[in-house]
């Protein structure tokens, strides 16, 4: 896990991106869910962060339903967003806004 901050015309890191990697054998038992939800809480009570936000690729369904269960919302298609193996690929925006439900 790691995150860093976004330059967005507020007060310095008011938006912080996320971003996680699980080695294949540790998908799909709820780690990654947990991980980016602790994350949320600790980055929430420690810095002044308003927003955090997370770019998944579009086909990557089990990372936009972990952060869905870790109280991200969808907000958007970017389309043409990364090249990988050859082609482009569409990123879906997630975020969390500091009082949004967990």
Not at 16 to 37: C, D, K, M, S, W
Not at 57 to 78: P, S
Not at 95 to 101: E, F, S, W, Y
Request: charged share 20%; hydrophobic share 40%; proline share 3%.
């Amino acid at each position: 896990m790691a995150w860093r901050s976004i330059q967005t015309g507020g007060p310095e890191i008011g938006c912080l991106e996320i971003g996680i990697l699980l080695f294949p054998e540790h998908r799909g038992q709820g780690q990654g869910t947990a991980a980016q939800r602790l994350l949320a809480q600790y980055l929430f009570a420690t810095t002044l962060a308003n927003r955090l936000q997370a770019i998944t690729n579009i086909e990557n369904i089990a990372e936009q339903k972990a952060l869905e269960r870790a109280g991200f919302r969808r907000e958007g298609v970017m389309r043409g967003l990364a090249f990988d193996g050859g082609r482009w690929h569409d990123g879906v925006l997630y975020a969390r806004l500091r009082h949004d439900p967990a």
